[in-house]
């Protein structure tokens, strides 16, 4: 059981540049998400997904996307890089999804955009 | 609108030394409240959440928090620090909101530990 993986660790993009990063679960969770944490803010959700084929837009969505075709996957997208998103990415998932359910986090990705 | 504050951006405590985290909430409801630590270069780790009942809460490692209502707060505590204990701390309050589980993050006290 290896809960909830990310890759990569490290990524360094060019603006303008695409890349997906990738978020895996193997706890048959319906509720996967993706944050963002910067410093002095804490974490903000980007995107969130309460089941196969269903997504939907957090505090700070725009220049992501998301896609959910399987219960374990959870890719996030950046289609044109900018240095403001510039950050460390987590992904984390929860059985439900409601406030009392634990969620689990990723060891994170941290991207730098020159 | 829910909102998180730490009032303490930087703790330095000695090793052996008690401690508390402070954590301030603003939510409407019954809120669901979390402690959750993040080691250099890791994820987050779950020490501790309150539902309800007891306002009084055990969690790994030896922490605790307390929820008081009355003064919107959920501070972590642990009678006496060890240098692996040096980390970021994060406060959030679980709110479902719009049809979804979102969780709302202070900005995190990050801890040094003094030999």
């Known amino acids: 059981n290896a809960g909830v993986t990310q890759t990569p660790k490290f990524q360094v993009l060019k603006t303008g540049q695409s890349m997906t990063l990738q978020c895996a679960q193997d706890m048959n969770h319906e509720y996967m998400s993706w944050y963002r944490q910067d410093p002095g803010m804490g974490l903000r959700l980007i995107h969130y997904s309460v089941g196969a084929g269903i997504t939907d837009q957090g505090e700070v969505p725009n220049g992501y996307n998301v896609s959910r075709s399987t219960t374990e996957d959870f890719p996030l997208r950046l289609l044109s890089a900018a240095p403001s998103q510039t950050s460390v990415y987590f992904c984390a998932s929860s059985y439900e999804g409601g406030p009392p359910d634990t969620q689990y986090f990723g060891p994170g990705t941290r991207l730098t955009v020159l | 609108a829910q909102s998180v504050t730490q009032p303490d951006i930087h703790i330095t405590v000695s090793e052996g030394a008690s401690l508390e985290l402070r954590c301030n909430y603003s939510y409407g409801a019954t809120p669901y409240l979390f402690w959750y630590v993040q080691s250099p270069g890791q994820g987050l780790q779950l020490l501790l959440k309150?539902?309800?009942?007891?306002?009084l809460v055990q969690g790994i490692k030896g922490f605790e928090a307390e929820f008081k209502r009355s003064q919107s707060s959920f501070n972590l505590r642990k009678p006496s620090v060890h240098w692996s204990d040096a980390a970021e701390y994060f406060c959030a309050v679980g709110v479902f909101s719009g049809g979804y589980n979102k969780l709302i993050f202070g900005a995190g006290t990050r801890l040094a530990v003094h030999p």
């Open positions: 309150y539902f309800s009942g007891d306002t």
